[in-house]
């Protein structure tokens, strides 16, 4: 819903937001979980053949291409994972696309994609548009991997869990919030703002 049709008398605003620090610790602590959570099984699965293949395409021919390749693969889907908030952003914004906007962070934020909805969007939507892009590029590569056993996507899957720390955090900020509250997107930080029905 558009914020400026919102009577604030109605409500209890609350700021939450993330600490940066914090942040950054919680991302390291989410790659060994998930190394433990979803390694083990791959290893179970698989006996590290998927990881010897990965070691023997790293280090013979044509290694700095794959390197390029890879790293090209990797920042494209920096951006894709703030795309895919966009989408579900947009989803249950009453302008959709319209209502959404990317940008990059100053260099003081070291240059961070980011996507805002301008809208203020009920919990369950917020909820959702924010883990997206941990499941999509995250839980999912991790998934295939454990089917098909390929170390490289494996490995992608890990790297975009810890890249989606941050929005899991965000998620955990929200865990006591009734479902009646109402969030807003901030545009210049990693946090909202809720309102809470009087």
Known sequence: MIKETINEDNYIKEKMS???????????????????????????????????AFTYTLFHENTILR?????????ISIFLHEIIHGIFFAVNS????????????????????????????????YRFAVIMPTIILGIIP????????????FIFGVVFIAAGSGD????????KLKNNVLIYDLPDEAGFIVYKPK
Do not use: Q, R, T
């Open 18 to 52: 993330i600490n940066i620090v914090w942040a950054n610790i919680f991302a390291f602590i989410v790659i060994l979980k998930s190394v433990i959570i979803f390694g083990i099984p791959y290893y179970i699965i698989w006996n590290y053949k998927g990881a010897d």
């Open 67 to 75: 390197f390029f390749i890879i790293l090209i693969l990797f920042i």
């Open 94 to 125: 009453e302008n959709k696309f319209k209502s959404i906007k990317y940008g990059i962070m100053p260099k003081e934020k070291l240059f961070s994609p980011y996507c805002h909805c301008v809208e203020i969007l009920k919990i369950n939507h």
């Open 142 to 153: 991790i998934i295939v991997s454990l089917i098909i056993g390929h170390f490289l996507v």
């Open 168 to 175: 899991i955090l965000m998620l955990l900020k929200m865990k």
